[in-house]
């Protein structure tokens, strides 16, 4: 060693500096990748994506290989500087040597290539490749031998190997993924992706029309109104019921009735053959799996009922779609007629409203677990029915009781700008 020239050892010292920074940071830069667009660049056949996802399908070889060449550089570069300090400080020079080297490492070959290496982990990571994958089958055997010793102690330590870097995103974890795409996906793809995570925790009884508001034809009217009621009708299917809307024989298509006025053949005869047989939803039924049947069954309307068989309320495909892409009726009273905003900022809203419209419509937080209606959640909190006047906080929301009947809510005013943070016990 005393032959070399000095600046030959400064010139291989420096180069040793960069080797490190460079296995530094591919570590950094292969770990840093996102999995999801690594896998999506492999599909459309991007050249170093594909070999950086052949290099990281064995995490263990992979680390072993950069671990390998960055601890030998080092030890390297630390026995070259020892000589360098030894020529020009003797024996002193050691620890002066061992100073500037740590310092210089941890700058140059540590934090700087990692830091720029996670920032940029796709320009750093795939060239790398170029150069881990050759090494890698160059040292093969030697990597190969520190995997197995490392998973030697790793079991005997009890310590799971099996890898779980490409582990499936869980509904929350897309759901967080989604949220955070800023302007990578349009907000209203964000929100009706979201919308599609949210329907496995929906179920048809939070969206359906309740059984007191549906709209349908008594077979034990006369013909004449129930003509009336067929061409009157906003609905394009009506279920059939005999003297109580408990007792629904079908559903039946404004269409195929329409088709049959054309032909002049309208008899109560033929109305009966149009009927068709009612599809009945078990309550509880989560949305997407409803979305799916009736995607099978080919339907467009189902009749919600619960455990013992009694009708709770109507759900169609157009109400589930609107839970995912909003609402696209062409009646805007349709949307708003239980809503009727007043000047001093307060809303007086219907008893029977749906608290998920009110939420969705007016940008609410009110509580959506328990009763679906304003009503319901109003005695649900009180446990009797109020008397008009009486005044509560639900959720933070001011209330005040306007009407009632003997047994439900008619008619609410809520005061959205008076929100308060902390709920209260009602007053009266």
């Known amino acids: 060693m005393d032959e070399i020239p000095l600046s030959l050892l400064f010139i291989v010292l420096a180069f040793l500096i960069v080797l490190s920074g460079f296995f530094s940071g591919s570590e950094t830069a292969l770990i840093s990748l996102n999995r999801y667009r690594l896998r999506h660049l492999v599909k459309i056949k991007h050249a170093g994506a594909i070999r950086a996802s052949r290099l990281l399908e064995r995490m263990d070889r ?3 290989l950069i671990l390998l060449g960055n601890n030998f550089v080092n030890i390297l570069a630390s026995s070259i500087a020892t000589i360098i300090a030894l020529r020009l400080m003797g024996e002193a020079g050691i620890a002066v040597a061992t100073g500037l080297l740590t310092l210089v490492i941890l700058i140059f070959a540590e934090v700087t ?3 720029l290496a996670a920032l940029h982990p796709e320009r750093f990571a795939f060239p790398a490749t170029f ?3 050759p090494l ?3 040292l093969y055997p030697v990597v190969l031998i520190i995997s197995w010793i490392t998973k030697g102690l790793m079991r005997l330590f009890r310590i799971p190997v099996e890898s779980g870097s490409m582990h499936a995103l869980s509904a929350e974890e897309l759901r967080t ?9 349009p907000q209203r793809h964000q929100r009706m992706l979201i919308s599609i995570l949210d329907m496995e925790k929906i179920s048809v009884e939070d969206i359906m029309v309740p059984r007191n508001e549906v709209a349908g034809i008594d077979l034990e009217q006369d013909w004449s109104e129930i003509r009336k009621h067929l061409f009157d009708s906003q609905h394009t299917r009506l279920p059939v019921y005999r003297g109580v809307i408990d007792n629904i024989v079908g559903i039946v298509h404004a269409r195929n009735i329409l088709r049959l006025f054309l032909e002049h053949e309208l008899t109560k005869e033929h109305f009966m053959e149009a009927i068709r047989e009612p599809y009945f939803i078990p309550e509880g039924t989560p949305l997407n799996t409803q979305l799916l049947n009736f995607q099978r069954e080919r339907r467009r309307i189902g009749l919600v009922v619960d455990e013992y068989g009694d009708f ?4 169609t495909l157009e109400d589930i779609l609107e839970e995912i892409v909003g609402e696209f009726t062409t009646d805007p009273s349709y949307i708003v007629k239980d809503i009727h905003p007043q000047s001093d900022g307060s809303y007086l809203v219907d008893g029977g409203a749906s608290i998920r419209d009110l939420n969705r419509l007016l940008k609410w937080s009110l509580p959506v677990e328990g009763p679906k209606t304003l009503s319901g959640l109003i005695i649900e909190y009180l446990e009797t029915i109020p008397e008009p006047g009486t005044s509560l906080l639900i959720a933070g929301y001011p209330v005040e009781i306007v009407q009632t009947s003997s047994n439900t809510v008619k008619t609410v005013r809520i005061y959205p700008e008076l929100r308060q943070d902390t709920q209260e016990e009602p007053t009266t």
């Open 312 to 315: 709770l309320g109507l759900v």
């Open 177 to 185: 993924v989604v949220n955070e795409a800023g302007a990578m996906i």
């Open 113 to 115: 290539p990692k830091t």
């Open 62 to 64: 992979l680390i072993g």
């Open 131 to 133: 150069i881990l994958g």
């Open 136 to 138: 890698l089958r160059l």
